[in-house]
């Protein structure tokens, strides 16, 4: 079953529970991944969806950081109800121990020692850890790494 397919299937449940919070995001996320699909000639792949759902939780990440600045509590207590909702259709994040050893053992594919080969570790990181680790946490922990 497919993320999209899954998101069918619960905006179908949330309106059956009349659950209008879990429903909005359910809708949201539907209309971010038929926004793609559309504008793309084949299907969409997993990678394309955890992509597009991953794009709506750094969204939702940025909005609870400014309304955290402007100390909107009703908007804040909301952002987080819709962050928890996102997270459920992405994959298990990586903690940072398992992040960390993922980034040595690219380290050691790729060969690098010094901050000079940053961009050769980042690339093929945020490749192969798609969707398992944030690009943030990714870079933190290369640039500890190699700095």
Do not use: C, H, W
């Amino acid at each position: 079953m497919t993320l999209t397919e899954r998101i069918n299937q619960d905006i179908k449940t949330a309106m059956k529970a009349k659950d209008k919070d879990s429903l909005k995001v359910l809708r949201m996320l539907k209309a971010a991944l038929q926004k793609e699909a559309l504008e793309q000639p084949e299907p969409l792949s997993q990678d394309q969806e955890i992509t597009i759902i991953s794009r709506e939780l750094k969204q939702r990440r940025d909005s609870l950081a400014e309304f955290k600045k402007a100390d909107r509590e009703d908007l804040v207590s909301a952002t987080q109800d819709e962050i928890v909702i996102v997270k459920k259709y992405l994959p298990e994040q990586l903690s940072p121990e398992a992040l960390e050893a993922k980034v040595r053992e690219i380290m050691a594919q790729v060969g690098a020692t010094s901050k000079a080969d940053f961009g050769k570790v980042m690339g093929l990181a945020a490749s192969s850890l798609k969707g398992q680790a944030e690009g943030k946490a990714i870079n933190e922990t290369v640039k500890r790494l190699l700095g």
